[in-house]
Every structure is written in structure tokens, then in C-alpha cells.
């Protein structure tokens, strides 16, 4: 008789209910490839009715997780309920029954991951979350075992589907906004609350477990510099695109060099090695392969010191494509149980060469597009380009986008490497110039080469 492996599922919503029907419609397959037969015995969600309309058998549903996470008879629990709070108390209490625990649930180990780790060492059962980043592209799994002898150098993604679907009508159809966010609500890519996607956290939520696996300590989400794409125009991708750019929203894991203080002591200590964790929409020029990644799709490039570069494209939001990532870690967890194994090259563990610290955006320097209003007079030009030069930021060029009438015009200008800091005190300047009307719009240059 072939070993079965019982599954409880605690969430049946856009992942759960396709991870349910692909256990239940490839169960010959997976059994012939693992040597182990995986069952869904337990299902827990709040609407019983939903569920059964959703042709998930009744005998599985309870609306109670605890009925789930404490039966005997259920091996290993799969998390896909979401949230951070409950969702928290479902991951514990499995591993405090030693039960293997597979999560797609990137807002939890963002916010409560090290003590799951720990809670999983702690009960010597894995805790599996390969869905969590990038959906059905297996990352974690390159970052964590295909790229272990390598340092990793920088991490850029496309790691939000909503949002790059979002930026992509807008791109390429001229849709609005809202309208398009309401469609990836439809199709299942944006969260159950989708400020999380379009202010940048989800993406934050990933690259920080992403900059944990990469630099082997646990990276607190208040060190992710956070910015999402709310304040992206339609003026700003069609400017974008005339000036030879795409705008992405970007998960960015850099190193940086600190800068040198003014002056130093002889006796100084030299700045520490540091990374930058951020996410923020960037102008990406059409060239470089991110540009073209379109739609839900994500991409993470990773540059190792030995591998150098290297992409991963695929799905990265969705049902389908997450339940692949989610199938992946059952089958890891099924034939860890079958074996009696632990054994995974262990996360979060400091590099030899000790750990280096994350820095703040304040720290480090980009070139910038700005959008300013301005009113249409001479002279106005001259007066931002003086408080920019007294900031010893150099403008690469100024466009006035044609077709525009009215008291008040748009100015794009494209500002060479700055400060962060730096650049935010002359744009708050130039915003209280009586000339200028409404926020200026700043958003980074992205120089790949770094
Ligand atoms: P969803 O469609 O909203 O489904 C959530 C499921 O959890 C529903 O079945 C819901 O039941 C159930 N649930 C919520 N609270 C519960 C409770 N207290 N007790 C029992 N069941 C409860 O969400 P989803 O899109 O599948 O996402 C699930 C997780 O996967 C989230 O952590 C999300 O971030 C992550 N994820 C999603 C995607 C994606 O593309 N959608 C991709 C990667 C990762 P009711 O329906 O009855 O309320
Ligand atoms: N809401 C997420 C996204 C789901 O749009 O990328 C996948 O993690």
C-alpha cells in the first residue's frame, strides 16, 4: 500500500480552490511521480455555501481552522486564508503539533516570520512558503538551494501582478486607474484588500523575504523603503515612454556604498558593508528586460558572484500558477514526512563574512524624473533650474509635453544622480515657488548596472 499523506486546508478562496482541484484532478500523477499519495481531508472556511457552490466536496468543510489544525489524522496544513492575525494562530498551532505548515501568506512572514521560524525549529517541522513570492515562479527555491554558493549582488523584480497589470493598460491601452484595478480584483491577482498591492506592501512583503533568503538574516519590514503606484499618471507613462522608458513598479535589493562623512578622523571606523531594501515604481529604459514584462507576469533578476546574471519569468499572481508553487511545497513536505527528512539548506542563517546592515533611502542617490505644473510664463524655467543648481543637482533635460493649454502646463524634467535627501529638500522648494501648482510628481531612474 502506498503511504498516504492527509492535507488540511485552512482557506479555499482563489489559491485554496485551486489547490483543491488540482489535488484532487492529478492524484494519479502526483502519487506515480512522489511515491506518496496526497489526500485533502480537511478544508476550513468561513462561507460553507460558497465553498460547495464552488464544487468543493461538503464531507471536507468545517468553518472551524481548529477542527483542522488538531485533527490526528491530518498530516501537514496548508495556510491560505490570508491575513496576519488568525492566519498566525493557524501556522503556530500546526507547528506546535509538529505538523509540516505550507504558506502562501507573504503579509505573515513579513510581519510575524521570525517567530514562525523559530516556532518550526523549535518543533523540528519545515515551514514552506514558495508561493509567497512571485506566485508561480519558483524563487525561493533558487534563492534558498540552486544559488547556495553564490553571494548574491542585487535582486530586481516585477514581484506585484496587480500593480504591473495596472501600469501595463495604462501603458499600452490609455485605461484608467481604478477601472483596471477592478478588473485584476476580478480575475484574482489583487489582495482581499487591494491598498496592500497599489501602495506598494505586498511588493515590500516579498522583497523583504526575498533581501532575508539573499543576505541570510531576517530583514524587519519597517528596514523596506515603501512607495507604490497611486501618484503614476497617464501623462507620466505616455512621458516615460517618448523619453525611451517603461514604468515598473520594482523590488530593489541592492548593495550600496555608504557615503564617506565630510571629515573623518583618521581613527574613523570604515562605514559598514550595506544593502538597500526597497520598493518603489522606477523608470525602466524599454531596452532592459524588465521593461517588457507585462501584464500579472512578474520577473526577478538575480545577479550572484559566480552565476552573474540570471532571470525568472513567469505567472505571478493567480490561482493557477500560485497552487503550482503551493503543490511544489506539498510535495517537498509529503516526501519530508514520508522519509522522517528536515533537512532543507537552512534560511536566514549570516554569511561568513558577518552581517551586513540595510540602509536608508535617504542614503542613496538615483537620477530622477519630476513632473512639475507650472504656470505658463517666461522666467518660470530659470527659477527652477536656480534652486536645483544651488542644490548641486544637474538637470539631463526638460521637456514640455506639446498639446497642453491653459494657465498651467506640465514640465518633465530629467535630473542626473542625486541624494535622496538631497533631491527631496529642493523638491519641497521648488513646490513652494509661486510658479508651481500641485505636487511634483518624482519618481527614480532605474540604473540596472548597479
Ligand atoms: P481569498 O480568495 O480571499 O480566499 C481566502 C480563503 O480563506 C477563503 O476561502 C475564506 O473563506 C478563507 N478564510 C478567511 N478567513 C477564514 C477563517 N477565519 N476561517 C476559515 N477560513 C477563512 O484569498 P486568496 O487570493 O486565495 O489568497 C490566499 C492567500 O494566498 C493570501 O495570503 C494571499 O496573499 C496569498 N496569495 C494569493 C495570490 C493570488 O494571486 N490570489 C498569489 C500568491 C499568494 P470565505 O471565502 O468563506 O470567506
Ligand atoms: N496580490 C498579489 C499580486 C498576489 O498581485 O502580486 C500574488 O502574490
Known sequence: MMQQVNIGLVGAGTVGGAVIKALIERSEMLAARLGVRLAVTRVAVRDLQKAQAAGIPSHLLTQDWKAVVHDPSVHLIVELMGGTTTAREVVLAALGHGKPVVTANKA?????????????????????????????IPIIKVLRESLVGNRVQSIRGIVNGTCNYILTRMKLEGAEFSAVLADAQRLGYAEADPTLDVDGHDAAHKTGILASLAHGFWVRPDQVHVEGIRNVTRLDIESAARLGYTIKLLGVIKSVTPGTPPRRSPKAKAPKPGILVAVYPALVRNDHVLASVNHAFNAIA????????????GRGAGGDPTASSVLSDIADAALDLHHGSHQRVPAFVAHASGKVQVVSMDKVTSPYYVRLTVIDRPGVFARIASVLAEARIGISSIIQPEGHEGATVPVILMLHDAPQAALARAIARIARLPVVKDTPTVIRVEDTAD
Open 302 to 313: 538575480v545577479r550572484g558572484d559566480m552565476v552573474g546574471e540570471t532571470l525568472f519569468y
Open 108 to 136: 505573515l512572514l513579513s510581519a510575524h516570520g521570525e517567530e514562525l521560524f523559530k516556532a518550526a525549529r523549535a518543533n523540528t517541522a519545515n515551514l514552506y512558503y514558495e508561493a509567497s513570492v512571485a506566485g508561480g
